[in-house]
């Protein structure tokens, strides 16, 4: 049958979520303005550089004739459905986005959003977190999503207080030594 008349796939056209995944459903995307210039700034380089100079190379590669076997127009048309698809994300995050600036909080010694925070557990071992955006977690530098169980059960805290939370290897007991806000880079 021809390939008109049914729908196939190469395998790599993978359906888009309907809502931006990370987030619980019905929330806005909480980040910081550091995050959010980055998101903003990927998004136009896409657009403006990376996606224009893709169209030109698929371009270029249509106009050699067969296309079944034309390696540069196949990865081309692959690539601009990779970037279609991180477009349509950022702009769903974009969208949805509520910038919060760590620094309005002041001198607060509550636990909200933005909030760095040092915790010592009951062997006495310290650590520091911030509680960031969905798309500015990294863990290996100490950022935590704000929805992940350790900033829940951070969030609404204060200096002094002990949190209990459900950390992968089970119940976790952290007392909270510091906390303060400051940007965010």
Same mark, same amino acid.
């Given at each position: 049958?021809?390939?008109?008349?049914? #729908?196939? /796939?190469?395998?790599?056209?993978?359906?888009?979520?309907? !809502?931006?995944?990370?987030?619980?459903?019905?929330?806005?995307?909480?980040?910081?303005?550091?995050?959010?210039?980055?998101?903003?700034?990927?998004?136009?380089?896409?657009?403006?550089?990376?996606?224009?100079?893709?169209? @030109?190379?698929?371009? =270029?590669?249509?106009?050699?004739?067969?296309? /079944?076997?034309?390696? *540069? &127009?196949? &990865?081309?048309?692959? #690539?601009? #459905?990779?970037?279609?698809?991180?477009?349509?994300?950022?702009?769903? #995050?974009?969208?949805?986005?509520?910038?919060? $600036?760590?620094?309005?909080?002041?001198?607060?010694?509550? %636990?909200?959003?933005?909030?760095?925070?040092?915790?010592? @557990?009951?062997?006495?071992?310290?650590?520091?977190?911030?509680?960031?955006?969905? $798309?500015? !977690?990294? !863990?290996?530098?100490?950022?935590? /999503? =704000?929805? /992940?169980?350790?900033?829940?059960?951070? %969030?609404?805290?204060?200096?002094? *207080?002990?949190?209990?939370?459900?950390?992968?290897?089970?119940?976790?007991?952290?007392? %909270?030594?510091?906390?303060?806000?400051?940007?965010?880079?």
């Amino acid at each position: 049958m021809n390939k008109a008349f049914v #729908r196939e /796939s190469d395998g790599d056209d993978e359906e888009e979520p309907q !809502a931006a995944p990370g987030l619980p459903a019905g929330t806005r995307n909480y980040i910081t303005p550091a995050g959010h210039a980055r998101l903003r700034d990927e998004l136009e380089e896409l657009v403006k550089r990376e996606r224009p100079r893709i169209v @030109d190379i698929v371009a =270029w590669a249509a106009s050699n004739g067969d296309r /079944s076997e034309n390696g *540069d &127009y196949i &990865y081309g048309k692959r #690539r601009l #459905r990779e970037i279609d698809r991180r477009i349509r994300f950022l702009t769903k #995050r974009l969208e949805l986005a509520e910038v919060v $600036d760590p620094l309005r909080q002041g001198d607060n010694e509550q %636990i909200f959003f933005g909030a760095r925070v040092t915790v010592a @557990d009951s062997d006495g071992v310290e650590n520091t977190y911030t509680i960031v955006g969905v $798309d500015e !977690a990294d !863990a290996a530098i100490g950022r935590i /999503s =704000w929805i /992940s169980p350790l900033a829940r059960a951070l %969030i609404k805290a204060r200096c002094g *207080d002990a949190i209990r939370f459900q950390s992968p290897l089970g119940p976790r007991d952290l007392d %909270i030594v510091e906390v303060c806000y400051a940007a965010i880079d």
